[in-house]
């Protein structure tokens, strides 16, 4: 047991509502006959489709390679075939598609061959990369590939390796109903943790209001003899949050500057540690999670379900009541009404709510902010929501930032306690995909413009390179031309300078011109000899006549011969020059 918890500044105290969904031991969710399987589940890249339409998968099988470091794998959820890769509506509140993988159910749900292995006879990093290739993310909501957080920092060592079972958001159980039932196997996926980060201290945080949970960790520890503390913390909302939790354990608040490996901590969730046990100690991948069903069903629970089922088959386990209004996805505070009953649960689908107007009123009309600064109080990352609200209600989106709007972990304790009911976290969303949509457009036409100034540089250097080129050959063929005069002797018995009669012709650059005025001009006179009088059909007989004896005239100009200037041969065509 910790000598010392800590505190955290805000946080509120909702209704919890787990009590409903914890009654009953965690069940299987049947297999549905289709399974749509997003490739992207998590933060980072979009893995790689691996397989075909038509082609047969086992259960367990890589269907999503992994894009790059920040990535994770996906794997198959059962046996079965392939029916199409295609675009399919996805777990996010725009309900937009994404692409995923169309797989019909043959029943046998067959298992790939699975190899077990001993992290412990392996290199750390790769570890790492089995655990990438098994898909282990955070089961917490962040999703985040928890390989790329197994990394220490290099010049700090891991002090405290802090284990997130708080789950403090309300009507969320599915974290406590593992530790109550697999509590042996997080201990177990702790243990591997432990040793790849090399943390010389484990401290799992449980919030008080789950005793059973506790006490199975507990006892889970002392049965493996292992030297961790299980400590209960305070219940408050946003205790289960990776900074406010470590704050509490340790009192070291990390800035929004830093990860806290750099602090010498690292944080992960209890479902997380557990799925890492399986995929090393069992050979198997993610292929499904626990996830709560509860709100205004007959049959709250937990269940544990395939990835890519229909959250519609999940929601008709409850059985729904007929006054059921929307679905919600993960917790009331931080989750997002369901915009579709077709989409899948993926990696980050911790809690499925069934809401009605009794259980969810209908919001009431937003009233202007008063600036009473209650937000600012139940703020736990001591921002300003307020002054966030009025900037990114005008699109100042420069002053958003500068207030520290990427701080906001969008936990809702601002519209929480909000007295005139302003949806602060939504105006917080909105200013944050507008910031990024600006700076992927930034992005965009600096890579433009450094592509132009590129193509620019290597055309001019291309075209330098031609001149030099051609300047290198006139220079040769002015060298070769250039010959001596047999003219008279100076006394000291070399040639007189003046004697020097260059016959070499001007530089080609010259001789170009001259061709090309030469041809102008021919083209002007063939031009004029086409050409036909205008405007001459109401001319008199005078006019006429006039008209004539110019033609005439010009006609003769032409054909007499052009008479050459009687130029002295003594006289140079040009005048010498030095050194020719």
């Not at 042996?184 to 943790?193: N, S, T």
């Not at 649960?345 to 600064?373: D, H, W, Y």
């Not at 001596?484 to 004697?499: I, K, N, T, Y």
Request: net charge neutral; aromatic share 6%.
């Amino acid at each position: 047991m910790l000598a010392q918890l800590f505190g955290f500044k805000g946080g509120v105290k909702p209704q919890t509502n787990k009590t409903p969904s914890v009654q009953q031991p965690i069940g299987v969710a049947p297999l549905p006959p289709r399974l749509f399987v997003p490739l992207h589940q998590s933060i980072g890249g979009a893995p790689n489709p691996l397989v075909q339409a038509g082609e047969r998968v086992r259960k367990g099988q890589l269907i999503g390679g992994a894009d790059g470091w920040v990535s994770a794998a996906v794997h198959a959820p059962t046996s079965g075939t392939v029916l199409a890769i295609e675009q399919h509506v996805a777990a996010h509140p725009s309900g937009l598609p994404t692409l995923s993988v169309v797989i019909e159910a043959d029943g046998l749900d067959e298992w790939i061959d699975r190899r077990l292995i001993d992290h412990r006879s392996l290199a750390p990093e790769r570890v790492r990369e089995i655990l990438r290739d098994a898909g282990v993310v955070g089961l917490g909501g962040a999703a985040f590939p928890s390989h790329a957080k197994l990394t220490p920092a290099r010049a700090v060592p891991v002090e405290h390796l802090v284990i997130n079972g708080a789950e403090c958001e309300p009507f969320m159980t599915c974290d406590d109903m593992l530790m109550r039932e697999r509590a042996e196997e997080i201990v177990r996926g702790i243990a591997i943790f432990r040793d790849l980060l090399a943390a010389r201290q484990v401290l799992i945080g449980i919030e008080d209001n789950k005793p059973e949970a506790i006490a199975a960790m507990q006892e889970a520890v002392r049965r493996l003899a292992e030297d961790y503390a299980v400590v209960g913390v305070p219940t408050r909302y946003p205790a289960g949050g990776a900074k406010q939790l470590i704050r509490v354990l340790t009192g070291k608040e990390v800035p929004a500057s830093k990860r806290s490996t750099e602090l010498g901590v690292q944080c992960f969730n209890v479902a997380t540690v557990y799925t890492a046990y399986r995929a090393l100690a069992h050979g198997e991948p993610v292929v499904s999670r626990i996830v709560t069903l509860t709100g205004n069903v007959r049959q709250p629970r937990n269940w544990d379900v395939r990835l890519g089922t229909p959250m519609c088959d999940v929601v008709a386990l409850g059985a729904p009541m007929a006054d059921t209004s929307c679905y919600l996805m993960g917790g009331p505070m931080m989750g997002f009404e369901i915009p579709d009953l077709a989409i899948p649960v993926v990696k980050a689908t911790n809690c499925i709510i069934a809401g009605s107007p009794k259980l969810f009123p209908p919001n009431p009309p937003e009233m202007p902010c008063i600036r009473c600064g209650a937000c600012a109080e139940a703020c736990p990352h001591e921002l300003q929501p307020f002054e966030l609200y009025w900037f990114s209600r005008a699109r100042n989106f420069g002053k958003t930032q500068e207030y520290h709007i990427f701080d906001c972990i969008e936990c809702g304790c601002c519209s929480y306690v909000c007295p005139s009911h302003i949806p602060l976290v939504q105006y917080f969303r909105f200013a944050k995909s507008e910031i990024w949509s600006r700076e992927r457009e930034k992005n965009a036409a600096d890579a433009a413009k450094a592509r132009f100034e590129l193509r620019n540089a290597r055309e001019e250097r291309e075209q330098a390179e031609k001149a030099e080129r051609l300047a290198k050959a006139a220079a040769a063929r002015t060298t070769e031309r250039k010959v001596p005069s047999a003219g008279p002797v100076a006394p000291d018995g070399q040639p007189a300078v003046a004697d020097f009669v260059a016959v070499s012709p001007t530089s080609d650059a010259e001789a170009i011109k001259k061709a090309a005025i030469a041809a102008a001009m021919e083209r002007a006179r063939a031009q004029r000899e086409l050409a036909q009088p205008r405007n001459t059909e109401q001319l008199n007989a005078e006019q006429r006549r006039q008209i004539a004896a110019v033609e005439a005239r010009r006609a003769a100009a032409r054909a007499a011969p052009a008479v050459e200037p009687d130029i002295p041969s003594a006289v140079p065509a040009s005048p010498p020059r030095v050194g020719e």
